[in-house]
Every structure is written in C-alpha cells, then in structure tokens.
C-alpha cells in the first residue's frame, strides 16, 4: 500500500530551529510537497522537490532522499506564527497525490 | 493571493437533505480537485477533474458527484447527506498535477 509517515507532533521554541521529518512509500514517485495549514484555514504551498537535494527559501527549507523514501522541511528562526500543520504529500507514478496525516507543531516563547 | 472561492464557508443541513458545494477559480486551471479533511487528519480525494467534462473519483467514496462544465466551476454535490458527511471539504486548483494546489477557505458542514 502507499502512505505517509510523519510526526503526530512536535514543540520548539521560539527562534530556534526545528526539523519535521516524512517518510513515504507510494507506487513510483513524482515528487514530494509540504504545505502549511494553520487551524481552520487551507494549506498553503511550501516547497516542491522532485530531485535529491536541499532546497532553500528563506527560512524554510525542504530536503529529498528519493533513494530513502524520505523528506524534511527545517525551520529556522522560528516564529510564533510558524505555529500551525505542516503536511507532507507525495505523488505517485499516477500523479495522484498521497497526503500523510501532518505533523502539528507548536511553537513555545 | 489564490482566486478560489469556496461557498458556503458553514452549513448545517439535515438528514437527507440535497446539498451543492460550491467552488470557482479564476486562475484558468484545468485541474481541480475536492478533499474532505477531518480535524488532525489527512486529506481524502474525493473526485477531481483534468478539464471541460472531465470527471474522476478519487479514493474516498462520499456518495458525491461532481460537474465541470466551465472551468472555472466545480460544484461538488450530495444528493442525500447523512451524518457520516459531517466533515470540512476542501476544494483545490493547479497548473499541472506537479504544481503548486491553490486551496480554497473550505466548507464545513454539518449534518444533523
């Protein structure tokens, strides 16, 4: 079967830096996308990978080991508004999309 | 900012009740996609479209149907809501499937 795996939830402190690991096992891969969901509002895109690597944006980045079925997206000077779902999704050798479950991160002053 | 709307943002309906969710996009997006996402959990694709009378169902069988019939329209319908449908449902847009989805604020509904 396909699915996703990461964290149920994670706490870091305000300006520090926090890493949201996902794992994932799907039928091919087509890439590998994080969003952001703050309660009760839509996701909103983060970042897109399909090649191995880091990619950087600002504060947030996001890193692919496509041979390790295996993502992250780190955050650094963490803000209270950083509070919120961060979800993993990737896409299969169908272009369907595989959403994992999220991981709520709390962010503490 | 995403030009996809959602109406209504809550609904509380009966039993049995026929109810259409609506979702438009001005973006000019071929594909457009419904979820149903219940609180802390993943997001299930119910159906999605590729274009103009193109329509799929995705891997979570509601008891839905779809329309797309402009495409910027894609109203999503339950012809006899239950309890069971009490979710909020979340309708998205992109480019390509490898693209960024632009969502909507989303419809929570309410089934009583």
């Known amino acids: 079967g396909q699915n996703i795996d990461q964290p149920t939830e994670m706490t870091a402190t305000e300006g520090a830096i926090v890493q949201i690991n996902c794992t994932y096992q799907?039928?091919?891969?087509?890439?590998l996308f994080w969003y952001q969901q703050h309660a009760g509002e839509a996701p909103t895109f983060l970042s897109y990978n399909v090649l191995d690597g880091l990619e950087e944006k600002g504060r947030f980045s996001s890193f692919l080991s496509r041979s390790k079925g295996y993502s992250y997206l780190l955050l650094k000077e963490l803000q209270m508004k950083d509070s919120a779902s961060y979800l993993c999704?990737?896409?299969?050798?169908?272009?369907?999309?595989?959403w994992g479950a999220g991981t709520k991160l709390i962010i503490k002053p | 900012e995403a030009d996809i709307y959602q109406t209504p943002r809550y609904l509380v309906i009966g039993t049995g009740k026929k109810i259409t969710l609506e979702c438009s996009q001005t973006m000019g997006h071929d594909k457009m996609y419904w979820y149903q996402q219940d609180p802390g959990m993943e997001l299930h694709l119910i159906h999605y479209s590729y274009g103009v009378n193109s329509t799929e169902k995705g891997d979570l069988s509601s008891e839905s149907t779809v329309s797309r019939i402009r495409t910027e329209h894609f109203p999503l319908t339950l012809e006899s809501a239950r309890p069971s449908h009490t979710s909020q449902y979340l309708c998205?847009?992109?480019?390509?499937?490898?693209?960024?989805?632009?969502f909507g604020q989303g419809t929570r509904l309410t089934v009583v």
């Open positions: 998205a847009s992109s480019y390509a499937e490898n693209t960024e989805a632009f």
């Open positions: 999704a990737a896409l299969d050798s169908n272009y369907q999309l595989i």
């Open positions: 799907t039928s091919g891969f087509n890439g």
